[in-house]
């Protein structure tokens, strides 16, 4: 019930192509989905979040889609560039409270020039 | 936004003795830090989350007489390694939240790389 499931493991985008990054969740108590970016050697940065009132959140080059009844998300990466080339890990978490964060297994997204 | 750091970045030690990483919220007063644990190519692993002035919640399988977890103020947490072995050789990751913005979002250290010989 605890678990978010993200795929793919890995990822290899050309540049200027769309990376899309896709993750599950199981318990409906969380409210609050967050995409953290995480570069080798270094502790993940929060990317974009989303909550379950809405269907999509776009910032620049990123976009969240949520699917609520289907407890779904995903990122998607346009014009993906070589310096996206990271880890991303999926969460998700309750909103007000300052409870565990739930990570999905991360996907290395590799971008080719 | 906010920030946190985490001291030292790197350490290297010798099997058996003790090592303690800080963790810092620098522009903010972190009511809750967390500490995680990742290894080469996988995800965070929660080991505790601790709040100002209280003991700290060990999650299972995380020894609390090894990982000695300290929140003495609420800009401050420290993790100490005792006794610490090869095997404890891991990236650990600090994370401080607040109950003053909306909403309670995590804000993650830069991580310290600790290898044991």
């Known amino acids: 019930q605890q678990q978010v499931k993200q795929s793919p493991q890995s990822l290899i985008v050309q540049k200027g192509g769309i990376s899309i990054i896709n993750c599950a969740y199981e318990?409906?108590?969380?409210?609050?989905f967050p995409w953290y970016q995480q570069f080798p050697g270094k502790g993940p940065a929060l990317l974009i979040a989303?909550?379950?009132?809405?269907s999509e959140k776009k910032e620049g080059r990123f976009t969240i889609s949520f699917n609520k009844s289907a407890k779904q998300f995903s990122l998607h990466i346009m014009d993906s560039q070589p310096g996206d080339s990271a880890t991303y890990f999926c969460?998700?978490?309750?909103?007000?409270?300052?409870?565990?964060?739930?990570f999905g297994s991360g996907t290395r997204l590799s971008i080719r020039p | 936004g906010a920030v946190v750091s985490q001291h030292p970045s790197r350490v290297i030690c010798k099997s058996g003795t003790s090592v303690k990483i800080e963790c810092r919220s620098l522009?903010?007063?972190?009511?809750?830090m967390f500490w995680y644990r990742q290894f080469p190519k996988k995800s965070l692993m929660l080991m505790a989350t601790?709040?100002?002035?209280?003991?700290?919640?060990?999650e299972q399988g995380v020894e609390k007489d090894k990982f000695l977890i300290n929140h003495a103020s609420l800009t401050l947490s420290t993790l100490t390694v005792t006794s610490a072995h090869p095997e404890d050789s891991s990236f650990y990751i600090c994370?401080?939240?607040?109950?003053?913005?909306?909403?309670?979002?995590?804000?993650f250290g830069p991580g310290t790389r600790l290898t044991v010989l």
């Open positions: 994370s401080a939240s607040t109950s003053d913005r909306t909403p309670d979002t995590q804000y």
């Open positions: 318990n409906t108590a969380f409210d609050y």
């Open positions: 989303i909550r379950p009132d809405v």
């Open positions: 969460a998700a978490d309750r909103y007000s409270s300052a409870s565990k964060i739930i």
């Open positions: 522009d903010f007063q972190a009511t809750t």
């Open positions: 601790s709040n100002e002035g209280s003991k700290a919640t060990y």
